[in-house]
């Protein structure tokens, strides 16, 4: 393992003098540039309405220029007056991404992409000049982009049933109040499971108890908004379901929202639940977080009881959960996670193979928010070469084979009595699954025995593994079967990681390639869920 070599705090103003802010604190050894420092600082003032410090990073000079809107401000002395003389300092907001272009030794150009409280987005680029006195603003553009409009009407590409609520939950609790989109999947006592098929709901019996993730979320005050949508039996990434519809969404218009957790996605991405109850096996959480913009967690396999959940694969599947708000999911975990864990995450790891593994564009946002990251949390972003990338061409054909003969082993009997009524792409996953021997199982079960070894000795407690959550933003709702397939197979050489290792995983919204979002996953130690959901809003 080898790291970049560590270079010195931010040349500036003196900690605790007037006007001057003082460089952030940093671990010891943290691999930072005096720029990124003096760019951090600067952040921090404009939070703080800084004015002095403000004052203190733009560049003493009578052609610095700040614009902002149709305003344009030349010189120092004409920006200090505009700070002055306005209420308040930058608004609220996450800075997401920070690009970093060095155009010579001492001029920089640094572009931060922001997230503020109510959804709208905000972008300042940076022109910096090294001068004798360390790193300042020669120029400086603001923007903000406006955030997402509500839909109202219920989608039924979204929703099965809806209700008003269809199942109150518990007076008082952390999740009170709390509207939530159950995945199709789940047992909800008083209605069918459905599995994203017609002939299975028809055949499905009653419930009559909650599945047991359910009846926590219930308890702790969760109501259930209805139960949402998914791809047919979780068998697929895509979001795309022939009997009722491909869901809209509001993240990446024209473009699907990923699966097999569709409906609660979409639910969640329109603001007509807040949290998403869902299934992730092979990515069916992470894929459509990244997609569609929202906040995704897949636990350690196990640690969420599965009782009254249609599988689809036992050894791989897991109850997890979406939302717009990282405190919200962090609430809710915590009301399905067994106990808090005490190992908090101490290392950020990036795998340059593993990241290759993405669209150019993917990697290009990936490098820009692992940096952001790394600044708001003050951990060291430590590349490594985990040793996982070379047995990818292996280990996913082991995930698969074991995946599809554990799905023909749960419906392959009723999947036999009902020819035809499946989409063709499901279909034909579940008959490849029927032609997996006792032979080949053994072999591929021997092959991710190994895998786990491998991945679980790269991944100590307290470090979590940072790689794109999807290879590329969602395909477009109109592409073809085979290109969908395509970004499917490249998406699964990321997601299948944790999911052949039993793995916890956080997805966040934090990559944006163009106009569409793409999700930051990170990868924990097992059983280290809280520590990687506190990543979330850090």
Partial sequence: ?????????????????????????????????????????????????????????????????????????SGHAAISDFRRGRSGGAPARTVERVHEVRIAEDVAVLTAETLRADGSRGMQTQ??????????????????????????????AVWRVVGEPLVAGAEEGPLAGVRTAVKDLFAVAGQRIGGGNPQWLADAPMEH??????????????????????????????????????????????RITGGSSSGPAAAVARGWADLGLATDTAGSIRVPASYCGLYGWR????????????????????????ARDPDLLR????????????????????????TALAEPEVQASFEAACRALSLRIGLELVRTDTGMAPHLEEWLPAFRTVQAAEAWAAHGEW?????????ADIEA?????????????RDATSGLLSARSVIVEALPPGTALLLPATSSPAPRADATPAEVETVRAATL??????????????????????????????????????????????
Wanted: hydrophobic fraction near 40%; proline fraction near 10%; charge should be negative.
């Fill in 429 to 441: 996953r579940f008959a490849g699954g029927s032609q997996v021997t006792e032979d080949d199982v």
């Fill in 415 to 423: 999947i036999e009595k009902h020819p035809g009524a499946l989409g």
């Fill in 493 to 538: 050489r990321l997601t299948c990681l944790a999911s052949l290792a039993g793995l916890p995983a956080v997805t966040m919204p934090r990559l944006r390639v163009r106009d569409l979002p793409v999700g930051l996953c990170a990868i924990g130690a097992p059983g280290t869920d809280h520590a990687l959901l506190e990543l979330t809003h850090a």
């Fill in 299 to 322: 636990p350690t396999h196990g640690a969420v009881p599965t009782g009254g959940l249609l599988p689809l694969a036992p050894s791989f599947d897991t109850a997890g959960l979406l």
């Fill in 127 to 156: 022109v910096w000049r090294l001068t004798g006195e360390g790193w300042r603003i020669a120029a400086a553009h603001v923007s903000a982009v406006p955030g997402p409009v509500a839909d109202e009407a219920p989608d039924p």
């Fill in 1 to 73: 393992m080898s790291t970049a070599p560590s270079r010195g705090a931010t040349p500036g103003p003196p900690a605790g003098q007037a006007g001057r802010p003082a460089t952030p604190h940093r671990p010891d050894g943290a691999n930072r540039s005096e720029l990124l420092d003096a760019f951090w600082s600067y952040e921090q003032a404009l939070g703080a309405n800084d004015v002095a410090g403000l004052d203190h990073w733009f560049l003493d000079a009578p052609d610095t220029v700040r614009a902002e809107g149709s305003m344009v401000l």
């Fill in 331 to 354: 609430t809710a975990a915590k009301v399905l996670l067994p106990r808090d864990d005490e190992t908090p995450m101490t290392t950020l790891l990036v795998d340059d193979a593993l």
């Fill in 209 to 254: 108890r909650h599945a047991d993730a359910v009846r926590e979320l219930i308890s702790a005050g969760a109501q259930l908004a209805g139960i949402a949508q998914t791809d047919e039996l979780a068998f697929s990434l895509a979001g795309t379901n022939i009997h009722y519809g491909t869901p809209v969404n509001p993240a990446a218009p024209g």
